[in-house]
């Protein structure tokens, strides 16, 4: 046996995880996107953990969407394995290198969304109990009128689980997906706490939230392995400067 | 008061007063005889009027034909095997076996909750984290726990099917050939079946014998279970 199995918080391993939470529009990607490009360029070992999880798992929770086969046990115990997948082959690994591992949605969502399903709390936390804490916890706050202006219109039409249609709440998938959004953010306002979140107000600018992203982050990054890539962009910036 | 209880906080929606079945499990390790007695009790209790669900892992519509591929290829890393695992499980317990028990069936299953902590636990899975995965699940109106010795079982698989990889353990890099990695995995599968044994009640049931006594041992204590009244 490698060590058996640590469980939430005891992991001790070289790397560090930033994760980022909130809800759909809540601009949390195009931050993580920001912060990635200053880490790379600061010369850390940078890796984006995708959801692209075995196809195996992949395709059940496909088809179970698809088909409707899901109930709120299966839809969260299948969202766990696919996490678990993710977490053994595309965290743990990398921060066992010494990466900064970026994380866009955590185990957070799976908490926030499953609960709102009907999922028990306790039991939901208790199962992703494997998972790795996080070395900073993002959860970019926004008003639900907010998110809702930046979401429709640019995107296709919304999908049945997504918008929470199997809760009933509406037959309008749009009023659907808005009480459920809703009812997400309150169990994310619930977690800030629980899990010493760090809230950061998206309805500032763009510019402003990354600054106090960058600021918080590099606060966590003390000791943590650089490559000499740097030198690199800089001889490639030095290069292009002398060319001009 | 019904007679069903979940092991923990248990599903939502669902009302245990109406799930008039019984559930009972057959229990132990790879190659001691469980599908060949459910095969036997199922047309012993057909015959007398009761309706039968034989049930099994990896047998769940969402997710059983892509588990056993997993297995194949094995790629996947415990944890993740571990939860794909309980997702089978929870999808035949919400759409086979508590919608039988609602319909009066009784539900004879071949492994339940134990046999995958116990391949959980041997492969590293926290047991105090599985117990509260598995929370969910019903607590059983009886457990049969066919138990053999390590020397009978080797005995007994290499008159069947042979050593097959899962069932050695292989997958754990426990010994220089099949021989000793099956031995090895199994002792400890044992050894986490006997823990078990006082936790959740299991009846032993003495697998070693010849299979006409383990069946007749089983039907009187299956008979008592279904004669008992539940209330």
């Known amino acids: ?244 | 008061m019904g007679r069903f209880s979940f092991f923990g906080e248990g599903l939502a929606g669902i009302d245990l007063d109406e799930l008039k079945g019984k559930l009972i499990v057959l229990e132990g390790t790879d190659g001691v005889g469980r599908s060949t007695h459910i095969g036997l009790l199922k047309p012993y209790l057909e015959h007398h009027g009761h309706a039968v669900l034989h049930t099994g892992m990896t047998r769940s519509a969402l997710a059983g034909k892509r588990l056993k591929q997993a297995k194949e290829g094995h790629t996947l890393g415990g944890i993740t095997m571990s939860l794909f695992y309980a997702t089978d499980f929870a999808d035949r317990l919400e759409n086979e076996i508590i919608p039988a028990l609602r319909a009066g069936f009784i539900v004879l299953t071949d492994r339940y909750i134990y046999s995958l902590m116990a391949r959980a636990i041997v492969r590293g899975s926290d047991p105090e984290w599985l117990r509260e995965v598995y929370s969910f699940a019903l607590k059983p109106d009886a457990i049969f726990y066919l138990r053999v010795k390590i020397d009978d079982l080797v005995t007994r698989v290499l008159q069947s099917s042979g050593f097959d990889y899962w069932e050695s353990g292989m997958d754990m890099h426990m010994g220089e050939d099949m021989y000793e990695s099956f031995v090895r995995y199994q002792k400890w599968l044992l050894a986490e079946f006997d823990k078990m044994v006082e936790n959740y009640g299991f009846e032993i049931v003495d697998a070693s014998r010849s299979v006409e006594e383990v069946f007749e041992d089983l039907r009187v204590r299956v008979d008592r279970v279904v004669a008992r009244n539940g209330y």
């Open chain 1, 1 to 244: 046996m490698a060590g058996g199995m640590k469980m939430y918080g005891k992991h001790r391993l070289p790397g560090r995880l930033i994760i980022v939470e909130g809800i759909d529009g809540s601009g949390k990607s195009t931050q993580l996107m920001l912060l990635k490009k200053w880490l790379e360029s600061e010369g850390y070992v940078v890796y984006s953990s995708e959801w692209n999880s075995s196809a195996l798992v992949h395709n059940v929770t496909k088809r179970g969407k698809k088909k409707k086969m899901l109930t709120p046990i299966t839809f969260s115990l299948i969202h766990a394995t696919d996490f678990a997948d993710r977490t053994e082959h595309h965290i743990i690994p990398p921060l066992k290198a010494g990466a900064v591992v970026l994380a866009d949605r955590y185990i957070y969502t799976a908490f926030a969304r499953d609960v709102v399903r009907g999922v028990s709390a306790h039991w939901v936390r208790e199962l992703y109990g494997f998972a790795v804490k996080p070395t900073v916890g993002f959860y970019f706050r926004t008003p639900l009128d907010v998110a809702m202006k930046r979401i429709l219109g640019g995107r296709d039409a919304l999908k049945y689980y997504e918008a929470g249609m199997d809760l009933d709440l509406s037959d309008d998938i749009e009023e659907s997906f808005r009480v459920f959004q809703g009812r997400i953010i309150e169990e994310y306002e619930k977690m800030v706490d629980e899990f010493g979140l760090v809230a950061i107000d998206a309805t500032r600018s763009i510019e402003e939230q990354q600054a106090e992203v960058r600021r918080i982050v590099s606060d966590g990054l003390t000791g943590t392995k650089k490559t000499r890539i740097r030198r690199w962009v800089d001889l490639a910036s030095l290069a292009r400067g002398s060319q001009e």
